[in-house]
């Protein structure tokens, strides 16, 4: 399959944007690919169309699953394993999210919560501990508020990062007129 100018350009560019985010650049191509060309593709396919060895496809595929952003298919007449993506960018967003919370997120907090009941742990310095406490308090807001985010419908989250600049200039009034409030 041939892809066109905008979708080499997209595809190209993802992969790019992947390397940034710590996701290996032909999984982030393989996604933008399906993303972009919106029907399953076999894995042959998209070996063809990216000019990457079959082999590395097929892992990035399984990465992909794993992340739960592809999902096989099955195209009637046809054996083969297909891939498809959903064309919902709220779904991908809230699916990635949600993965990296589960594998980034969620383990730090544990991690946090075990050190400050650990017995010993009041033997540290302080401000040792108050920045271990602080940064638990700081985290476990952050997951309570983003477990709410996710809940949302994609019409009501979308709603309410377009409100975000308003309520930002409401709550802080001198700095949206170029007052600088800086300490």
Known sequence: MELTDTG???VLHWGEMGTAWGVNRTVAQIHALLFFH???????EISAT???????VSTSLKELQ???LVRVTHVLGD???FFETSHDVWELFRTVVRER???EFDPTVRLLQQLTAQPGF???PADVQDRIRETLRFMEALESWSSEMLRLSP???EKMLRMGAAVQRFLRPSESMGADTTP
């Open 38 to 44: 919106g029907r399953p593709l076999n894995a042959e």
């Open 155 to 157: 019409g009501t989250l």
């Open 66 to 68: 794993n992340w739960n």
């Open 50 to 56: 990216l000019g990457a060895a079959r082999s590395n």
């Open 101 to 103: 919370k589960l594998r």
């Open 79 to 81: 054996r083969r394993d």
């Open 122 to 124: 009041e033997n540290e």
């Open 8 to 10: 080499r350009r997209f």
